[in-house]
């Protein structure tokens, strides 16, 4: 058995690994590039097997930087099964889809130059269209269910917490004789989700593939945040300030609006009356339709969230904006308020023309409340540049800029050592997704617990097992 790293080697996004046994090759995730024009540029690159050769896609979530190449990996070639479970093949449909939007509008956005400087035009990296035809090799299958992909390959899927749907991914194998159990822990939670279940216990494994976004870092104030995200929210608004989250439209989204409903339905003190009357808006028809597959698949969701059931992303205060003329018009509202929009690094979508009309007034907050890679506009602000180029536009940056590390829907430092530290036999560990500094540090770390050879992987790194 070998592995083949094609992705998240030495930074956070695009997620792909290919594992081969005998004559099979089995893709762990299919994932975008995101952040710098030079990582994004990977995504155009040729992939390094034959298309038609790689039996199965095994998907661990829906966020893009581990879906997204999906429908590109078809267009080419792959007709496989795309195994994954019930909530993230529905999430996927809808994450692929705008993905191929988005792709198409930024294609026609750079033709438009292309062509006044007698430039040659590009094609999008994939369309809607392609992603609607690769949703027929979507393959669901619930958590701990077996499935034989051969004689002498298996697999399951175990709760990650990271997202609705979310996976560790066992893979067990038989060859001349001998089992051997490869585990990749995919995007491991936080275990403070009040949406999502904590991440289940792996017991053994003979090699593991473990996600590094916050290796070196803790999350401060865990069991704070919401006390602190309300404090901010209150503070703005009475100061008849806008309060932008720059959100992902599908997992944070509904964890913060979760969060706001549980705290004004269970806490006692003045701030829920404060709270109640601040207009809260969702301005992401993609967080939109994520919420209502949230709402369809209740029983993967935590004991907190159920006691809600059936309205727990329903607030008086909440406010759904489905139309461009709804967004367009709560930047000609002059009245304190708070704004939830995609993309979560400020990236594209909606949030891009709310910063364009609020980064430089001096009584806007912006909060991050997740991961912002290298290369983006939310990283850009989040290093407290004084002016940024949004929609070509020069803006300064006037606004107050607030970072709640507590609402991340990763795992910090210590999270991921609990996790891994238990885990019995293991004989080799990669340190995958995760920046170069964040690696080293996790595997440092993992070094004072465990005895197993630890490997960094680049991408096109290939291992035996």
Not at 107 to 126: T, V
Not at 152 to 164: D, P, T
Not at 210 to 215: F, K, L, N, Q
Not at 295 to 305: A, L, P, R
Request: charge should be negative.
């Amino acid at each position: 058995m070998t592995i083949q790293f094609l992705g998240a080697a030495g930074q956070v996004t695009g997620s792909m690994t290919l594992v081969t046994v005998e004559d099979k090759k089995i893709l762990v995730d299919c994932g975008q590039f995101q952040g710098t024009p030079k990582e994004e540029a990977l995504n155009f690159s040729e992939f390094p097997m034959k298309l038609e050769d790689v039996d199965s896609i095994i998907l661990t979530h829906a966020h893009i930087d581990h879906s997204g190449r999906i429908p590109l990996l078809v267009k080419r070639g792959f007709k496989g099964k795309i195994f994954c479970t019930p909530p993230t093949s529905h999430l996927a449909e809808i994450l692929l889809k705008d993905s191929g939007k988005i792709h198409e509008t930024e294609a026609e956005w750079e033709n438009k130059k292309r062509k006044r400087a007698g430039l040659d035009l590009i094609q999008p990296l994939f369309t809607e269209e392609d992603a609607q035809l690769s949703f027929q090799y979507l393959y669901p299958i619930d958590y701990h269910k077996e499935h034989q992909i051969s004689e002498n390959i298996r697999f399951k899927f175990m709760r990650a917490g990271h997202l609705l749907g979310s996976s560790i991914l066992v893979v067990t194998t038989r060859v001349d004789g001998t089992e051997k159990k490869l585990v990749f822990s995919g995007d491991l939670g936080n275990g403070t989700s009040l949406l999502e279940m904590p991440p289940e216990k792996v017991d053994w494994a003979d090699a593991l593939v473990v996600e590094s976004t916050y290796g070196g870092r803790l999350h401060e104030d865990v069991e704070h945040r919401t006390d602190n995200l309300v404090n901010i929210l209150i503070e703005a608004t009475d100061q008849g300030g806008t309060v932008l989250i720059p959100s992902f439209a599908v997992g944070r989204t509904q964890e913060i609006i979760f969060e706001l409903n549980h705290f004004m339905k269970t806490c006692q003190d003045e701030r829920v009356a404060k709270l109640k009357n601040i207009p809260i808006y969702i301005d992401s028809p993609l967080a939109l339709e994520a919420t209502k597959i949230y709402e369809n698949h209740i029983e993967y969701m935590s004991s907190t969230v159920k006691s809600h059931h059936p309205a727990p992303f329903k607030m008086d205060n909440l406010h759904l904006v489905t139309s461009i003329e709804g967004s367009v018009a709560l930047n000609h509202n002059p009245n304190p308020k708070v704004i939830i929009s995609a993309s979560g690094m400020c990236e594209a979508g909606r949030i891009t023309h709310h910063l364009k009309h609020n980064l430089w007034r001096a009584n806007t907050h912006l909060i991050f409340i997740g991961y912002q890679a290298e290369g983006t506009l939310g990283r850009q602000l989040l290093d407290g540049v004084k002016a940024v180029k949004v929609l070509d536009s020069e803006i300064l940056v006037r606004a107050t800029i607030h970072d709640l590390h507590g609402f991340s829907g990763h795992a910090d430092e210590n999270h991921l050592t609990d996790w891994i530290s238990p885990i019995k036999n293991v004989e080799q560990i990669f340190v995958n997704h995760g920046e170069a500094e964040s690696r080293e540090a996790l595997s440092s770390k993992i070094k004072t617990a465990h005895t197993a050879e630890i490997h960094l992987p680049n991408i096109g790194e290939i291992f035996n097992l």
